[in-house]
């Protein structure tokens, strides 16, 4: 089964976030519902979707999710946004 790293980002908080996932449009509905109670995503209810990135197992959508969230970096954020393919260049290295 196919499996998702995804980043959603909230206008009111300014704020990404990056998740994992096989069902993207449910794991949102539930960010937006707050269903995930100590999550980081509770700070908002307007998370929009800003990219899709599908890999072919969870354990390397796991991988890029940690790779990414190890950086801290809302200007990394943006650069895997604008450009995707620094994900397969992750994945290529590990």
């Known amino acids: 089964m196919p499996h998702f790293l995804y980043i959603v980002y909230s206008k009111s908080s300014t704020k990404y976030y990056v998740g994992e996932t096989h069902n ?32 072919i197992d969870r354990n390397s959508t796991l991988y890029l999710e940690r790779f990414i969230k190890k950086m801290k ?22």
């Open 73 to 94: 970096s809302k200007v990394f954020i943006e650069k895997i946004i604008q450009n995707p393919e620094i994900l397969s260049d992750i994945l290529s290295k590990k």
């Open 24 to 55: 993207i449009q449910e794991r949102i509905q539930k960010h937006n519902e707050h269903e995930y109670a100590n999550s980081f995503s509770k700070i908002a209810n307007d998370w929009e979707l800003v990219l899709t990135f599908e890999c």
